[in-house]
């Protein structure tokens, strides 16, 4: 093996390192979006579920709930619904929308484990 | 100990305000070695943009949790190293598909892609170097084309130096073996 030998290979597309860091930053904006449009989406189901469920103890909030969800996710993932839409369903509005943006900066950090720095590589 | 490049980052990282200017400095200073370094562990490009994009949203994710101890280099590359790994472990289990399909995959990548910029001799070692146990391929990576010293490769692997010069002198002596028999 000589020196020659290590000179990279690999190219990347012209340009991709200019577009990258701003890339990257939509994409976790668009994470922390998403993150929250679930948190609030299931605040919203837990309110509409105990409105049914005091409303009318023939059927189950398990029931309601599920059927709740389920309908609320095609409106999201169709896009009519978006994160202030949820936040006008949910009993709490304000404080939703308070702990939204004190806490935007560590949302991710309420679902997801930290694996990486507690695990060996090896 | 941490360099002053990286404190002025971690300076703008940590003021609400100025955290974005921040996260674009880190990524201006350090995309283009790290990029290195996943590229020729996934090679395909595509797959080196993917997990490029998810080391440093980990890294803005954990930003606080870094402790100064080591560089900021340091420590994306450690996050880029598992970020590699993790990737090429689900290849491996996705779909029942062999992870040979991959390997292959990988090799013709290196025949066929117009991102690939070598001539048959570097072809050939980076197809020796892919026969490798992906972590030996790490350490060989890190040390032949990276000329990190192997403390900073301890560093980031946890791993003791004798274990590492062990790793890759015998990597060394597999591949120049793999290249004889081609």
């Known amino acids: 093996m000589n020196q020659s030998q290590k000179h990279t290979i690999f190219k990347v597309p012209e340009g991709y390192f200019n577009e990258l860091p701003e890339k990257i930053l939509r994409k976790r904006k668009w994470k922390t979006r998403k993150a929250w449009i679930g948190r609030v989406a299931a605040a919203a189901i837990l309110v509409i579920g105990m409105v049914f469920f005091l409303g009318e103890n023939s059927l189950s909030t398990a029931d309601y709930s599920a059927n709740i969800e389920e309908e609320m996710e095609l409106w999201i993932s169709a896009g009519y619904w978006n ?3 949820m936040l006008l369903l949910a009993e709490n509005p304000d404080e939703i929308l308070e702990i939204m943006l004190q806490e935007a900066w560590d949302y991710e950090d309420w679902y997801e484990e930290d694996l990486l720095y507690h695990n060996e590589i090896w | 100990m941490t360099p002053n490049n990286d404190l002025q980052i971690l300076s703008l990282i940590s003021s609400s305000s100025t955290r974005d200017k921040g996260f ?11 990029y290195g370094a996943i590229r020729k562990m996934v090679i395909i490009h595509e797959d080196a943009d993917d997990v490029l994009q998810n080391t440093f949203i980990k890294a803005f994710k954990h ?9 900021l280099f340091t420590w994306l590359y450690r996050i880029a190293i598992n970020e590699s790994l993790n990737f090429l472990e689900k290849k491996k289990r996705r779909f029942f598909v062999p992870l040979e399909d991959h390997d292959m995959a990988m090799m013709q ?11 048959a001799i570097q072809k050939k070692l980076q197809k020796a170097i892919l026969k490798l146990p992906e972590k030996q391929r790490l350490i060989f990576n890190m040390r032949y084309f990276e000329d990190l010293p192997y403390n900073q490769i301890s560093e980031i692997t946890e791993t003791s130096v004798g274990a590492l010069k062990a790793s890759y002198h015998h990597a060394v002596k597999k591949i120049e073996e793999e290249i004889k028999l081609e």
Request: hydrophobic share 25%.
């Open chain 1, 83 to 85: 994160e202030e839409d």
């Open chain 2, 24 to 34: 674009r400095l880190l990524m201006e200073q350090y995309q283009q070695r790290i």
């Open chain 2, 63 to 71: 930003i606080h949790k870094f402790n100064k101890q080591s560089t």
């Open chain 2, 109 to 119: 990548y290196l025949d066929k892609s117009p991102l690939i910029d070598g001539d």
